[in-house]
Nanobody, 121 residues
Framework: QVQLVESGGGSVQAGGSLRLSCVAS????????MAWYRQAPGRQRELVAD???????NYAGSVWGRFTISRDNARDTVSLQMNSLQPEDTAVYYC???????????????WGQGTQVTVSS
């Protein structure tokens, strides 16, 4: 089983910054791609950024140049540094991980409980 616990959400004014962190517990699994998703009220959950175990990164166009994803494989953590936040970034942010029993095995998807980010104008 894999459990993901997020921290670091909160409220900030437009132009401000927040840093989200996610710690994984992964008994018997290896963590492959890890990611941050977000879901605003009335909208579908969307990918914000993801990062492979090797460090390959992908960002949503709306956050490019403002958000930075990183991970520490030794500590099983993934973080999201969010700068120049805008009201449209307001959402519940979810940590996501694809995990498998060994390299190349079937992957399973896991979600954290979510953390609220609110940006006021």
């Amino acid at each position: 089983q894999v459990q993901l616990v997020e921290s670091g959400g909160g409220s900030v004014q437009a132009g401000g910054s927040l840093r989200l962190s996610c710690v994984a517990s992964r008994r018997g699994f290896i963590l492959n791609t890890m990611a941050w998703y977000r879901q605003a009220p009335g909208r579908q959950r969307e990918l914000v950024a993801d990062i492979t175990r090797e460090g390959n990164i992908n960002y949503a166009g709306s956050v490019w140049g403002r958000f930075t994803i990183s991970r520490d494989n030794a500590r099983d953590t993934v973080s999201l540094q969010m700068n120049s936040l805008q009201p449209e970034d307001t959402a519940v942010y979810y940590c996501h991980a694809l995990a498998s029993r060994w390299s190349g095995a079937t992957e399973y998807a896991y979600w954290g409980q979510g953390t609220q980010v609110t940006v006021s104008s």
